[in-house]
């Protein structure tokens, strides 16, 4: 038997939604990416299958929700520290995957739950849900797609999710996830 809730539409109904609330989405699945990351339990919960099917939008409060939680890897950050594993405290960069299928994503278990600083979940999040590269049922463009002019002519939010998917800089990405966050929050409050 399987017992299923209905939380939402699927965050992928929300692909071409106005510009204002795909903002407001974007900031909060890179709010979660953070949560999830870095949190005061000191778990981090990877999450290894991130697509458009995979989150929801609740009808009411319009707040984002993991419905599809099945490929979740936890990784205690305490037990990293203690046991202290070659290379733990070198912070992990998720190396950038340009594959021809939806969703692609690529990383090491092993190397995941050896390391107390990893930028997974906001290579995950840009990759496949907010950047250009992210690509689902035939479209591609991301969440954030066709930005108004004045974002698109400003560069910022490129720059910020380019780098953030595919970073130029050595970890570059968790800059760009830290100051993408900052910039969707600040756009989010200039739109409401």
């Known amino acids: 038997m399987v017992a299923v809730n209905y939380v939402g539409e699927e965050l992928w109904s929300y692909f071409n939604a106005p510009w204002e609330k795909r903002v407001d989405l974007a900031w909060q699945l890179m709010e979660i990416a953070e949560q999830l990351t870095n949190n005061d339990f000191e778990f981090a919960l990877y999450l290894l299958d991130v697509s458009f099917d995979n989150f929801a939008v609740g009808p009411r409060d319009g707040k984002v929700i993991i419905v599809d939680a099945e490929n979740v890897l ?11 594993p070659e290379n733990w405290d070198v912070w992990y960069e998720s190396k950038f995957d340009d ?3 939806e969703a692609c994503l ?3 278990k092993e190397i995941l739950c050896a390391r107390v600083t990893v930028d997974h979940n906001y290579y995950a999040v840009c990759q496949n849900l907010l950047s250009r590269h992210a690509t689902w049922r035939g479209t591609s463009g991301g969440l954030l797609h066709d930005p108004p002019s004045e974002i698109a ?3 910022r939010l490129e720059a910020l999710l380019d ?8 970890y570059g990405r968790f800059q760009a996830a830290k100051e993408l966050r900052e910039y969707l929050a600040q756009l989010s409050n200039n739109v409401r």
Do not use: W
């Open 74 to 84: 936890v990784a205690d950050k305490r037990l990293i520290r203690q046991n202290k």
């Open 163 to 170: 780098e953030c998917a595919n970073p130029k800089k050595r």
């Open 106 to 108: 690529s990383f090491s």
């Open 153 to 155: 002519k400003d560069g």
């Open 99 to 101: 594959c021809d299928k």
